[in-house]
């Protein structure tokens, strides 16, 4: 499947890991195009809620399994095709990049050797 040529940008939200950490300050809602909002709260910050736009937005509850269906099975699918094709994580320290991507364990494999295997 050869996808029109466009970056698509997908958000994976890990589940919350420290008691500090506030679990209701996303929210996730789908638009009528089928792209995902995602909005921010931050009740003591100056600008207290801030909305942004992805093609696909995956929640805590999200498995390794979902990310590939989402975000790179039709890559995949079209660099096999000979088509130039990339997937980038991107994020802060601890934020998931290295488990999303290079995870070895069987029952939560990352997307490079999902993709390889």
Do not use: W
């Amino acid at each position: 499947m050869i996808a029109p040529e466009r970056v698509k940008v997908l958000v994976r939200v890990r589940p919350c890991l420290r008691d500090e950490e506030s679990p209701g300050a996303l929210a996730f809602s789908t638009k009528q195009d089928g792209s995902c909002r995602m909005t921010l709260f931050r009740p003591d910050a100056p600008i207290t809620q801030s909305e942004y736009v992805f093609d696909k937005v995956l929640g805590p509850e999200a498995t390794q399994h979902d990310m590939y269906a989402c975000g790179v099975k039709d890559v995949i699918a079209d660099v096999l095709q000979g088509y130039n094709g990339t997937v980038m994580a991107y994020g802060q320290t601890g934020a998931g990049k290295t488990y999303t991507l290079g995870n070895t364990d069987i029952a939560t494999i990352g997307m490079i050797p999902r993709a390889c295997g």
